[in-house]
């Protein structure tokens, strides 16, 4: 299919559901489906319009400027007027393109964020701890709910693992890149010789999931409940008030011990439960989508080394687009990240529209 064939497809769409919205609609639920439909698709079917309208407007001036009887003056205002509309019609055929693109069905979600220590013991603990701190600095910017849900500290400013719930508009949209592990070169303080150890920390970002979204059985789950304990065995409190549920046919386990509530321990570790197992599924239809795509940002999986912070050297590089910002504290400050996500989200543009042109 045509470009100009798929934009009229658009059209004759928006006009059929127009007239749809017209007509009594008793079904309160399918007229409120569809008038979302309307409101999603006007943005795209005005644009449509303008530009056939320029189409229009450039096609009548060239075929004034082929009058030999044209005077000179009018002559060069029409020439205007048709370089204006030349500068004008790419931008506005690239809002098009833009508009078209397949939408995220999970970028309007909240997240969850998940972070562990990975190779590089204690190092690697108090990078994660760095990198837990300018998630939420970056949420407290983009004026986001950040909350701490989990956290298994080391006792010496480092974290083993945890995670948040991050709340918002466009949350997902804009931390969905930062899946994935983030590796570390300093100088650890206790080094004396000062020589650069690398650690990595992983970072996983969840579209939180709805209880419409992912329906669990109870029979799927095990639940055991214990005691909360803090670092290096410290008892947190002494009721067992600490849930771990294993959801037996995928084997997750999600353990919360945060709360002094049992109920409000089970219903976050649930909640967990449900982003991870709908994660999951999204990711099984990413590979399928990947497999037939060229091209495309990252791939979302946890295991895949995307982002090095070089402390000597004050960088931060990002290894799937191939950005280096020699910014590293105000990135780790998190005003920084801003145009890391930005440069993530312009390429992962850039791949579709590309992915589009070979489509049409």
């Given amino acids: 299919m045509s470009l100009e064939q798929k934009l009229n497809q658009v059209l004759t769409h928006f006009e059929e559901l127009r007239e749809k919205l017209s007509s009594s609609i008793e079904n309160a639920t399918e007229f409120a489906k569809l008038s979302k439909e309307y409101s999603d698709l006007t943005p795209l079917a005005e644009k449509i319009l303008e530009r056939r309208k320029l189409v229009e407007e450039k096609a009548n001036i060239e075929e004034l400027l082929n009058d030999p009887t044209l005077d000179k003056e009018f002559k060069e205002i029409a020439q205007e007027d048709l370089q204006r509309l030349h500068n004008q019609l790419p931008g506005l055929l690239l809002e098009i393109q833009v508009l078209l693109l397949p939408k995220d ?15 590089g013991g204690e190092e690697a603990a108090l990078f994660a701890a760095d990198l837990l701190r300018m998630y939420q600095r970056y949420a407290e910017i983009q004026g986001w709910r950040f909350e701490l849900m989990h956290e298994s500290d080391t006792g010496i400013g480092g974290i083993k693992e945890a995670s948040a719930s991050i709340s918002g508009k466009g949350v997902f949209a804009k931390l969905k890149f930062e899946s994935g592990v983030h590796r570390v070169q300093r100088v650890p303080e206790t080094e004396a010789g000062g020589r650069i150890h690398t650690s990595a920390a992983t970072v996983a970002v969840l579209p939180e999931a709805e209880d419409v979204d992912i329906h669990i059985e109870e029979k799927d789950l095990r639940i055991d409940v214990f005691r909360s304990s803090g670092p290096g065995g410290q008892s947190v409190n002494t009721t067992d008030s600490a849930v771990r549920i294993t959801h037996l046919p995928t084997g ?22 449900r982003s991870r197992l709908y994660e999951h599924q999204r990711a099984e239809k990413a590979a399928e989508r990947a497999a037939s ?18 402390f000597p050297q004050g960088r931060v590089t990002d290894h799937r687009i191939n950005l280096t910002l020699y910014k590293l504290d105000r990135i780790l400050e998190g005003s920084g990240l801003e145009e890391m996500v930005q440069a993530l989200l312009s390429e992962d543009q850039a791949a579709r529209l590309a992915d589009l042109g070979e489509a049409i």
């Fill in 105 to 119: 069905v999970d970028d309007d979600r909240n997240a969850i964020l998940e972070i562990r220590a990975g190779t």
């Fill in 252 to 273: 997750v386990v999600v353990q919360q011990q945060d709360e002094k509530s049992q109920h409000k321990n089970k219903a976050k570790a649930l909640k967990i439960l």
């Fill in 293 to 310: 795509r060229k091209n495309q940002v990252g791939t979302g999986d946890r295991s895949e080394r995307i982002r090095t912070y070089n």
